[in-house]
């Protein structure tokens, strides 16, 4: 049965998840350096890969709420992790 281009190209959902936590290790460990804050420079590393996920996925055309994972969920993922870093560098 042949399969269309669409599902050929994804990734398997283990590796994007792995993707995922190791771009979230790295940028744990760049925030750690930061001059500015631990949490402020997360959440400044975590807005540039908000940005840099939409934009990757509005070039390889990736379909939104689609049924297997891509760049989009990683944005709304980093946009929720996002949140939760602002919301509690506020209450410190």
Request: charged share 15%; hydrophobic share 60%; aromatic share 10%.
């Given at each position: 049965?042949?399969?269309?281009?669409?599902?050929?190209r994804a990734l398997s959902?283990?590796?994007?998840?792995?993707?995922?936590?190791?771009?979230?290790?790295?940028?744990?460990?760049?925030?750690?350096?930061?001059?500015?804050?631990?949490?402020?420079?997360?959440?400044?590393?975590?807005?540039?890969?908000?940005?840099?996920?939409?934009?990757?996925?509005?070039?390889?055309?990736?379909?939104?709420?689609?049924?297997?994972?891509n760049h989009?969920?990683?944005?709304?993922?980093?946009?929720?992790?996002?949140?939760?870093?602002?919301?509690?560098?506020?209450?410190?």
């Open positions: 049965m042949p399969q269309s281009s669409d599902t050929s959902p283990a590796r994007v998840i792995a993707r995922f936590a190791v771009r979230v290790v790295l940028l744990t460990t760049f925030a750690a350096f930061g001059s500015i804050g631990f949490g402020r420079s997360l959440a400044a590393l975590l807005w540039m890969s908000i940005i840099l996920c939409a934009a990757v996925a509005l070039l390889k055309r990736e379909q939104l709420f689609g049924t297997i994972l989009w969920d990683e944005c709304a993922a980093f946009g929720a992790l996002f949140a939760l870093v602002h919301v509690v560098s506020e209450l410190s």
